[in-house]
């Protein structure tokens, strides 16, 4: 090797990379602690004792609460800080009708050229979701319902669709953890999938986008009475 070689030293890259990876770090557990409803809608953040909490220091957690509000999951306030953003019933109606109208028009895509590869990944998170409900637990149902729902829009092949999905779906996850906690509505959504999976599997495009706009119309009823009911409770406490 030559004793002048200039290969740039590789510890630039690792302290790049290993930043990169602690904002990723502190960003999905601060979106988690919201959408888990941990710090409630409306609330202000404490950035000094977030970031004790997640062990950084404030400035990774200054970053997070600026992504987390051009998401739309938080609000800054002015020489204030920043707080849980709430959404308005209405709000949240938006939201889920372009949802659902993303979902139908992905899953159509999907299954009209849909492998078996494809088909088995969402068989895979299909059962996971089914054994979660036989176990009555929510928070695993939850996890592969996410999941199962981005892989059906990612089989889509449109980058602006799943952007545009995944912008949406982390504004939806306001309040769902509430929706959940009734056994009706998480019976009702199992039995949604599973007519949704023998869609899949049957190849029928139309009918797996008519199912998939009805299971996301109802789940965004769900939340927007949650939401309501919630925001009401809020309304009554600050009075």
């Known amino acids: 090797m030559d004793d002048d070689d200039d290969t740039p030293s590789p510890a630039p890259y690792a302290v790049a990379i290993k930043r990169a990876s602690l904002h990723h770090h502190v960003v999905d557990k601060l979106r988690e602690m919201v959408s888990r409803g941990d710090l409630p ?5 404490n950035e000094v004792a977030l970031a004790q909490a997640i062990g950084v220091s404030r400035t990774p957690m200054r970053e997070a609460v600026k992504l987390l509000a051009s998401e739309g999951l938080l609000e800054l306030l002015p020489g204030r800080g920043a707080r849980v953003r709430q959404f308005s019933a209405e709000e949240l109606f938006d939201v889920f009708d372009v949802l659902g109208a993303l979902e139908r028009h992905a899953i159509e895509i999907a299954v009209s050229k849909l492998t078996p590869k494809a088909l088995t990944e969402i068989e895979r998170l299909h059962n996971q979701m089914g054994e979660a409900y ?24 449109n980058p602006a669709l799943s ?4 912008t949406l779906t982390k504004q939806s996850v306001h309040n769902r953890h509430e ?3 009734s056994e009706q509505r998480w019976k009702e959504s199992v039995a949604e999938h599973q007519a949704i999976f023998e869609a899949i599997v049957k190849a029928d495009a139309t009918l797996a ?8 119309r109802k789940t965004g009823a769900a939340v927007v009475d949650a939401a309501r009911a919630a925001n009401e409770i809020r309304a009554s406490n600050r009075k």
């Not at 036989?134 to 059906?152: D, G, V, W």
């Open 41 to 45: 809608a409306g609330e202000r953040l």
């Open 134 to 157: 036989a176990k009555r637990n929510q928070k695993s149902y939850f996890k592969a319902n996410q999941k199962l729902h981005a892989l059906i829009v990612d089989l889509a092949g």
């Open 163 to 166: 952007n545009t999905h995944m």
């Open 179 to 181: 929706t959940l906690i």
């Open 209 to 216: 986008g008519l199912l998939m706009l009805d299971h996301s």
